[in-house]
Antibody
Framework: EVQLVESGGGLVQPGGSLRLSCAAS????????MDWVRQVPGKGLEWVSR????????SYADSVKGRFTISRDNAKNTLYLQMNSLRAEDTATYYC?????????????WGQGALVTVSS | EIVLTQSPAILSLSPGERATLSCRAS??????IAWYQQKPGQAPRLLFY???NRASGIPGRFSGSGSGTDFTLTISSLEPEDFAVYYC???????????FGQGTKLDI
């Protein structure tokens, strides 16, 4: 069974940092591209970042570029999102998601989400 | 940057009725559209990838169609568990871009 489990969320002050982790199991992690998607409470979905299967290529939404860094450790089957210079508008539930296939549109598995609250 | 516009924002229907949800792209996106269902307190669930390919475990009453700029998600006969928020997503690897529509709430 495919499972994605996020951790590392919590309360952080504006300007602070936080690192989210996503532990993957039930599939060959190093064969899949992975993504982070966030959702402000009560609002819609916003794509945040993507990383290819070996970690050599990454992309970011303009809203987080230069502040967030996506990475992965294929030996540990874990995806990361390092978030620096956090702002109030980064408050959201952060989901990790698996790209079904690099050449198709669709994220076929999602974690349960980790809540990040940026507030003083 | 491609913008997706979903309509209507809220669709009020009853069980047994047919639901038609629209997603319009600001420029042609080929078939690089996915559809998701999200219920309160849950992560999104993939319904269709590449516009019309049904994801694993999705009932046959759901169908997806469209290409270019206009896409449609149809639920032929609503079941009580179908009342949720539905999102479309454009997703492409080169140039790298992924964007969601603002969602359609399917309400009883």
């Amino acid at each position: 069974e495919v499972q994605l489990v996020e951790s590392g969320g919590g309360l952080v002050q504006p300007g602070g940092s936080l690192r989210l982790s996503c532990a993957a199991s039930g599939f060959t992690f190093n064969s899949f591209w992975m993504d982070w998607v966030r959702q402000v409470p009560g609002k819609g979905l916003e794509w945040v970042s993507r990383i290819n299967s070996d970690g050599s290529s990454t992309s970011y939404a303009d809203s987080v570029k230069g502040r967030f860094t996506i990475s992965r450790d294929n030996a540990k089957n874990t995806l990361y999102l390092q978030m620096n210079s956090l702002r109030a508008e980064d408050t959201a539930t952060y989901y990790c998601a698996r790209d079904k296939n690099p050449s198709v549109a669709g994220f076929d598995y999602w974690g349960q989400g980790a809540l990040v609250t940026v507030s003083s | 940057e491609i913008v997706l516009t979903q309509s209507p924002a809220i669709l009020s229907l009853s069980p047994g009725e047919r639901a038609t949800l629209s997603c319009r792209a600001s420029q042609s996106v080929g078939s690089y559209i996915a559809w998701y269902q999200q219920k309160p307190g849950q992560a999104p669930r993939l319904l269709f990838y590449d516009s019309s390919n049904r994801a694993s475990g999705i009932p046959g009453r759901f169908s997806g169609s469209g290409s270019g700029t206009d896409f449609t998600l149809t639920i032929s006969s609503l079941e009580p568990e179908d009342f949720a928020v539905y999102y479309c997503q454009y997703h492409n690897n080169w140039p790298p871009q992924s964007t969601f529509g603002q969602g359609t709430k399917l309400d009883i």
